[in-house]
């Protein structure tokens, strides 16, 4: 990886400051600090210097002990990628998820522990995902044989890592098998990356099939067993616990209809990985037909075309960050038959050129070569 000088510290107050919407304009997406000061730990405990965290990620060891807080997802976006090129070789994702407490899932996952059966329980993860993170995406999709439930990220279309999904899966097998006893639900594993630890590492984790290089990061489980009743299900603590996620829910700005267009810009993401931006090909991702989707995204002031072009948009300018990839690999990367076409978009977009983008910008970051003792 090319040597360029890292991001200066940046102070947690900073973080927030920076997520606070301006006027006129959407908030930052922010990720709760509490599993991230987690994952920190357990790497600084593998050879990780807390040092290279704070030089990388401006996070001081202070500040990660602060409950409550929640920090920029660009900011975790670059720990992740730290993590991953230190301890390349190694699961790390999993290694994390072995040794976690459950707590990580907080209140929701309180509430799913509560739940009636395993499929309340998915749909609690999934109607308050956004209290563990603004971005982070879930999605069940029934089938007669075989329930899926999708992860997705939207940074992963800029600076995928493998880190995030594998301790995600993880610990939700984990979650499932120790928590609502239903490990026997579960069929598959599958990742989008490719594995980056030997193979049995994954099949002894998990125990079952784990598929790599597929669409999207998932859990897909037998449909016959998600109405099975859950031994622990409590309705009074399962509603003490609704509540006081809807009051999470609601200070972070997720309402419903809020859900509902970040489940369309979830799908924007996962299209774009193919540089795919068709509006017919987003309904299709969606399960639903192109004009119910025209309809739902009027319904929320805004069109499908302006949710794509918002997309292509914000994608646009994090690949030209990246001075590596030269201004013809980002208008394919973006779905354009040609780098004029692209040049022309970015225009309108931004009153500038690709060219006159990047010339405005500071350096571009990214990172030194690591060399960390790991034992």
């Given at each position: 990886m090319p040597s360029v000088p890292p991001p200066g510290p940046l102070s947690i107050e900073r973080h927030l400051r920076a997520s606070a919407p301006e006027p006129g304009s959407a908030s930052k997406a922010t990720t709760l600090?509490?599993?991230?000061?987690?994952?920190?730990?357990?790497?600084?405990?593998?050879?990780?210097?807390?040092?290279?965290?704070?030089?990388?990620?401006?996070?001081?060891?202070?500040?990660?002990?602060?409950?409550?807080?929640?920090?920029?997802?660009?900011?975790?976006?670059?720990?992740?990628?730290?993590?991953?090129?230190?301890?390349?070789?190694r699961a790390?994702?999993?290694?994390?998820?072995?040794?976690?407490?459950?707590?990580?899932?907080?209140?929701?996952?309180?509430?799913?522990?509560?739940?009636t059966c395993l499929q309340a329980a998915l749909d609690a993860m999934v109607r308050y995902?956004?209290?563990?993170?603004?971005?982070?995406?879930?999605?069940?999709?029934?089938?007669?044989?075989?329930?899926?439930?999708?992860?997705?990220?939207?940074?992963d279309f800029v600076r995928y890592s493998s880190t995030p999904p594998e301790a995600a899966m993880g610990l939700s097998v984990r979650f499932l098998r120790e928590v609502l006893m239903h490990g026997d639900a579960i069929v598959r594993v599958e990742f989008v990356h490719?594995?980056?630890?030997?193979?049995?590492?994954?099949?002894e984790f998990f125990g079952v099939e784990v598929r790599f290089g597929q669409p999207a990061n998932a859990l897909i489980f037998q449909t016959a067993t998600l109405e099975h009743p859950n031994d622990r299900s409590d309705r009074?603590?399962?509603?003490?616990?609704?509540?006081?996620?809807?009051?999470?829910r609601d200070?972070?700005?997720a309402s419903e209809?809020?859900?509902?267009?970040?489940?369309?810009?979830?799908?924007?993401?996962?299209?774009?990985?193919?540089?795919?931006?068709?509006?017919?090909?987003?309904?299709?991702?969606?399960?639903?037909?192109?004009?119910?989707?025209?309809?739902?995204?009027?319904?929320?002031?805004?069109?499908?075309?302006?949710?794509?072009?918002?997309?292509?948009?914000?994608h646009a300018r994090q690949l030209l960050e990246d001075r590596r990839l030269g201004v013809a690999e980002v208008a394919f990367m973006l779905g354009y038959s040609a780098e004029s076409a692209f040049r022309r978009a970015f225009k309108r977009w931004s009153g500038m050129s690709p060219a006159e983008f990047r010339r405005a910008r500071p350096s571009p970051v990214s990172y030194e070569s690591i060399s960390v003792a790991v034992g």
């Open positions: 600090m509490s599993p991230i000061a987690g994952a920190v730990a357990f790497a600084v405990s593998q050879g990780l210097p807390l040092e290279r965290v704070t030089e990388v990620t401006g996070v001081t060891l202070t500040e990660l002990v602060q409950p409550g807080v929640r920090i920029s997802d660009e900011v975790v976006s670059s720990l992740w990628e730290l993590i991953d090129d230190v301890f390349a070789g790390m994702g999993l290694e994390m998820a072995k040794t976690a407490p459950l707590s990580f899932f907080g209140v929701v996952g309180h509430v799913a522990g509560h739940a995902r956004s209290v563990f993170s603004q971005e982070l995406q879930l999605d069940v999709q029934p089938g007669p044989e075989e329930t899926t439930l999708l992860m997705s990220h939207a940074l490719e594995p980056v630890a030997p193979l049995e590492v994954y099949a009074f603590r399962y509603q003490v616990g609704e509540q006081q996620l809807e009051r999470l200070q972070l700005g209809a809020s859900v509902e267009l970040a489940r369309v810009r979830s799908a924007i993401t996962v299209n774009a990985r193919g540089g795919e931006y068709g509006a017919e090909a987003l309904a299709k991702r969606l399960g639903m037909s192109l004009r119910s989707l025209e309809r739902q995204a009027r319904a929320h002031g805004t069109t499908v075309r302006r949710l794509v072009e918002d997309a292509r948009e914000s």
